[in-house]
């Protein structure tokens, strides 16, 4: 099941009533959509308001959403669309607008500039995270920083991982899903997710 | 399970796995927050996210007020099994009365209807209220109108 079969069918679920399932995606999406709002909007607080707004939005519309387009592509739209709204709402211009592809390739119009998100507290955060990340990566064992590299930044799939290292898909999958928990234990801590207290 | 979670991430687990495991993220929150993590450690390696940003805990609140959505099933497409056996059982059918007719003798065979040229009394005028729309109604019928009767002494063939 490929990554846009797996939203359809969380989608599904949310129109049939499980609004848990719409947690989900806002889980999976919000970093990604609050990047692509943020070169529209440069206060972090409004950000974090507009997509939110964008999220309900995106919520009461899911009963007309027939899964033509992704479910990511329909969300962005969604999110330029209140961006630009929220702008007009406050008097602002959007900032310099540009056509930039989404992962479909098809273009959006949006602002290109500005793609920072700065407030001290936030971009201190956001080092953290990363350089936590980085840290937990380059510490991996080979074989689990190979297959989590090729996975998160090649985009390969498990099979096409499989072939690169030589072994079985199984393998594969236990040193994604070992890279993955190694990393998120030294995550935990500075997210305050650990087991007994998470967000 | 949280290999599972992970996989399924990944668009790398068999049909039949993902409702139960999407069922477990659904039900436990230790799973879905497991979600985030990995979904988070992804951005951060690819650099693509404000990875500060969190608004479920707000969306989710804003979302209790909100009425559930429901949307209409689609209507189920016919499987392909069913269209094809409901054709097979036509061609059957067919078959079926074509084979009983063609075991008649020929000689037994009877006319059950007949063409019969329409009198040209049928095309004459009609008068009264409903003339108009009867007249209306032979224009877009045409002229070959047929009159099919029973033939006399026809039999109906067994």
């Known amino acids: 099941m490929s990554e846009r079969e797996l939203d359809q069918q969380l989608v599904e679920r949310v129109q049939r009533g499980e609004k848990r399932a719409f947690d989900l995606l806002v889980a999976k999406y919000q970093k990604r959509l609050g990047r692509l709002l943020s070169r529209f909007i440069k206060d972090s607080a409004d950000v974090e308001d507009v997509t939110q707004e964008a999220f309900v939005k995106a919520y009461r519309a899911l009963p007309s959403f027939r899964g033509e387009s992704a479910f990511y592509t329909w969300l962005y739209r969604i999110g330029i669309n209140t961006a630009k709204n929220f702008l007009v709402a406050n008097g602002r211009k959007p900032m310099v607008h540009a056509g930039v592809e989404d992962e479909d390739g098809e273009t959006l119009d949006l602002s290109s500039q500005v793609p920072d998100f700065h407030t001290p507290e936030a971009d201190l955060m956001n080092q953290q995270i990363l350089a936590t990340v980085n840290q937990a990566v380059e510490a991996l064992p080979e074989d689990l920083r190979t297959a989590i590299t090729l996975r998160e930044m090649d985009g390969l799939s498990y099979d096409e991982i499989a072939q690169v290292m030589g072994c079985p898909i199984g393998t594969v999958r236990s040193r994604i899903f070992r890279a993955r928990e190694a990393i998120a234990t030294q995550l935990r801590p500075l997210l305050d997710t650990s087991k007994d207290k998470r967000w | ?158």
């Not at chain 2, 996210?49 to 209507?75: F, I, N």
């Not at chain 2, 189920?76 to 084979?99: C, D, E, K, N």
């Open chain 2, 1 to 158: 399970m949280n290999e599972k979670i992970s996989a399924l991430m990944d668009g790398e687990l068999s049909p039949n796995e993902v409702d139960d495991v999407s069922d477990a993220l659904l039900a436990e929150e230790s799973l879905s927050a497991c979600w985030s993590e990995y979904h988070l450690i992804g951005e951060a390696m690819r650099r693509n996210g404000v990875l500060t940003l969190d608004v479920r805990e707000k969306v989710s609140a804003r979302l209790r007020d909100e009425p559930t959505v429901l949307s209409p099933r689609a209507p189920l497409r016919q499987r392909p099994v069913r269209r094809y056996a409901a054709m097979a059982a036509t061609v059957a059918f067919a078959a079926a009365v074509g084979w009983v007719g063609f075991g008649q003798d020929p000689a037994s065979q009877v006319v059950v209807a007949q063409a019969v040229p329409v009198s040209q009394d049928v095309f004459a005028p009609v008068s009264g209220v409903e003339a108009p729309y009867l007249a209306a109604h032979q224009e877009a019928a045409g002229g070959g109108l047929v009159r099919v009767s029973m033939a006399a002494g026809a039999k109906v063939a067994h």
